[in-house]
């Protein structure tokens, strides 16, 4: 039976829990590929530098039976001729020795890649509890091991049973034939014998890969409450994040209050959008919007613009254009020059007016906006019935 931890466990596992698993060298591994790769490896391997082997034991053992009187009666000269025999064997099995490591390092790691933890290496004495033992002993996966071991003997005892019947007369004439032949008849039906078996493995292999898979996943699935506790710890609490921003966006809201004292003009919808535009003839290549804002946002910058007498403009076309096309600390688009530097002529003008007196400046008409710059521009157009703002104002 599972267990009741596992029973909420229907989330698949997180990026970072493989990852942490794999820190911890659990990564998912197949005994029964492993083990049928290097065994079919061994065997070919066999088939193909059999005669070269066979050819090295010969000649070895020829020249370990032959010795002349001085070899005899010399211990460190015969000492030297073992010696030799061992080095000339060690050569010429060194090729399929050197295969079968190279395959018996790199089969683990056909699934699951390479990885090399030194946790793996830390006591872990949970491990002597017996209780845990034997939960392991009666749990889904060792039943499983044990339905593979049965399937894997009657595999190869019937495989094997097959060989050795299909085989059974050549065996049985091995004794009518010369030592030299039936020899090298009995190597080949041996290497034939093996291969058959091996190959029976692959079968169990190809089982076993996606059941090692499956069960690598299915144990490093996490419950939604473990999901929820990985996102809060890798990207934070959701509250305080949300704080966080909410903090950011009324410091921000205050720098940008503290800089509408210091614009030259305040353009409005009238009331649904603000912005405060300023520019100076040094350091500025165009003008710039020192603060936006709509509706309560709008209000209160009309009301700080009033009280440090900043002169606020109603141009409802360009005052949308300017706020849905340009952020804080921006200059305005190139396309909208045009209408600003008449905004700006008219406030400059009016500041001439109020300290030197003389003719009223004129207020500016039929303002230079792009029709794709205003968002309002793509809406239907106004009933006949409706009532529209009038495209330009002064609020003194």
């Known amino acids: 039976m599972p267990d009741d931890s596992d029973l909420g466990k229907t989330e698949q596992a997180s990026p970072k829990r493989l990852e942490n698993a794999r820190e911890e060298g659990d990564v998912p591994r197949s005994r029964e590929l492993a083990t049928c790769t290097v065994l079919f490896t061994a065997g070919l391997s066999l088939l193909m530098m059999g005669n070269h082997l066979n050819q090295a034991l010969k000649t070895t053992l020829s020249a370990g039976l032959r010795f002349n009187r001085t070899e005899a009666f010399e211990p460190l000269v015969l000492l030297m001729k073992i010696a030799d025999s061992i080095n000339a064997l060690l050569l010429a099995f060194a090729p399929f020795a050197f295969i079968l490591v190279a395959v018996a390092i ?4 056909i699934i699951g890649g390479w990885v ?3 946790k793996v290496f830390v006591p872990q004495f949970s491990r002597l509890n017996p209780m845990q033992g034997l939960g392991n002993l009666i749990s889904k996966n060792s039943a499983v091991e044990l339905i593979k071991s049965i399937a894997k003997t009657l595999l190869v005892a019937t495989v094997a049973y097959t060989v050795i019947s299909r085989d059974m007369e050549p065996i049985l004439s091995l004794s009518l034939l010369p030592l030299k032949t039936s020899i090298a008849q009995v190597s080949d039906l041996m290497l034939m014998g093996f291969l058959s078996i091996v190959s029976a493995l692959v079968l169990i292999a190809a089982i076993d890969v996606p059941y090692q898979l499956y069960h690598y996943a299915n144990k490093l699935k996490m419950t939604k409450e473990e999901v929820r506790q990985e996102s809060r710890e890798s990207e934070g609490n959701p509250e305080i994040k949300a704080r966080v ?23 409005t919808n009238p009331t649904h959008y603000a912005v405060a535009i300023k520019y100076q003839d040094e350091g500025m290549r165009a003008p710039i919007v020192v603060a936006k804002g709509a509706d309560a946002i709008a209000l209160k910058i009309r009301e700080i613009a009033a009280e440090n007498n900043i002169l606020t403009m109603e141009a409802p076309k360009l005052a949308r254009a300017i706020y849905a096309h340009t952020e804080l600390g921006n200059e305005i688009p190139e396309a909208l020059y045009s209408a600003v530097a008449e905004v700006l002529a008219y406030v400059f003008q009016m500041r001439i007016f ?20 205003d968002p309002h521009s793509l809406l239907p157009a106004p009933s006949a019935n409706g009532t529209e703002f009038s495209n330009l104002g002064i609020v003194a």
């Open 245 to 267: 921003r909410q903090q950011q966006r009324e410091m921000a809201k205050r720098r940008m209050m503290s800089e509408i004292p210091k614009a030259d003009v305040v353009i």
């Open 116 to 118: 090399f933890s030194s």
């Open 354 to 373: 109020k300290k030197e007196g003389g003719f009223h400046p004129e207020i500016p008409k039929a303002l230079p906006v792009p029709e794709e710059l």
């Open 106 to 109: 790199a089969a683990p790691i």
